[in-house]
Antibody, heavy 112, light 112 residues
Framework: QVQLKESGPGLVQPSETLSLTCTVS????????VNWVRQPPGKGLEWMGT???????DYNSALKSRLSISRDTSKSQVFLKMNSLQTEDTAIYLC??????WGQGTLVTVSS | DVVLTQTPPTLSATIGQSVSISCRSS???????????LHWLLQRPGQSPQLLIY???RLESGVPNRFSGSGSGTDFTLKISGVEAEDLGVYYC?????????FGAGTKLELK
C-alpha cells in the first residue's frame, strides 16, 4: 500500500539549514508527484512545494528563495532543504501524495 | 496568491445534526482544462490530514457518503448530513488550480 514517512532532525539552530527526507513506498516517484506541507503548532496548513513525476518543481513564492526540493528515484526518496531557518519555521513538516496519502509528519523546532 | 476564506471558523454541532462549511475563493478555481481543483480535508486531533472530497464533489474512496461537496467558480460548500463523533476535527478547503496551492484557515467542528 501507499506509504510516506518523513525523517530528519527534530532540532535546528537558527540561521542553519533544514534537511528532511520523505521515504515513499507503494508507488513510483516517476509516476506521482510529492508535496511538502508544513503546520506550525496549533495553526493551519501551508503548502511549501511539489516535485512532480517528471522531476520538475514548484515552490511557494514566499519560501522559494530558501527552499529546494529534490529526489532520488532509485531510493524512493524526496528531499527538502531550507536554509536560513528562523523560529517561525518551527512546525510539523509533512509530505503527501495527491493530498490523499500523507506521512505522519515530523516536528522541527528551531531554537538555540 | 489565491485566498480561501472559510466560514465559520468554529462550528458546534450535536450528533446527528447536519452542518455546512463554506469556502470562498478570491478568484475562480475553474482551470482552463475544465476541472475545478477544490478539495476538502479533515484533520482529526493529533493526526495527519485526510482527503474527504476532491474536485469539488467527488467522494474519496472509503469516505462515508454523509459527506458531500458542491459549488463552482468561487463558492464552495462541504456538507455533513448527520454528524458523527468521528467527524470532529478541523476541516480545510484547499485549491490546486493556481500555484501556489493554498489552504483555507480551517473550520473546527466541535461537539455542542
Amino acid at each position: 500500500q501507499v506509504q510516506l514517512k518523513e525523517s530528519g532532525p527534530g532540532l535546528v539552530q537558527p540561521s542553519e539549514t533544514l534537511s528532511l527526507t520523505c521515504t515513499v513506498s507503494g508507488f513510483s516517484l516517476t509516476s506521482y508527484g510529492v508535496n511538502w506541507v508544513r503546520q506550525p503548532p496549533g495553526k493551519g496548513l501551508e503548502w511549501m512545494g511539489t516535485i512532480w513525476n517528471d522531476g520538475s518543481t514548484d515552490y511557494n513564492s514566499a519560501l522559494k528563495s530558501r527552499l529546494s526540493i529534490s529526489r532520488d528515484t532509485s531510493k524512493s526518496q524526496v528531499f527538502l532543504k531550507m536554509n536560513s531557518l528562523q523560529t517561525e519555521d518551527t512546525a510539523i513538516y509533512l509530505c503527501a501524495r495527491d493530498l490523499a496519502y500523507w506521512g505522519q509528519g515530523t516536528l522541527v523546532t528551531v531554537s538555540s | 496568491d489565491v485566498v480561501l476564506t472559510q466560514t465559520p471558523p468554529t462550528l458546534s454541532a450535536t450528533i446527528g445534526q447536519s452542518v455546512s462549511i463554506s469556502c470562498r475563493s478570491s478568484q475562480s478555481l475553474l482551470h482552463s482544462n475544465g476541472n475545478t481543483y477544490l478539495h476538502w480535508l479533515l484533520q482529526r486531533p493529533g493526526q495527519s490530514p485526510q482527503l474527504l472530497i476532491y474536485l469539488v464533489s467527488r467522494l474519496e474512496s472509503g469516505v462515508p457518503n454523509r459527506f458531500s461537496g458542491s459549488g463552482s467558480g468561487t463558492d464552495f460548500t462541504l456538507k455533513i448530513s448527520g454528524v458523527e463523533a468521528e467527524d470532529l476535527g478541523v476541516y480545510y478547503c484547499v485549491q490546486g488550480t493556481h500555484a501556489p496551492y493554498t489552504f483555507g484557515a480551517g473550520t473546527k467542528l466541535e461537539l455542542k
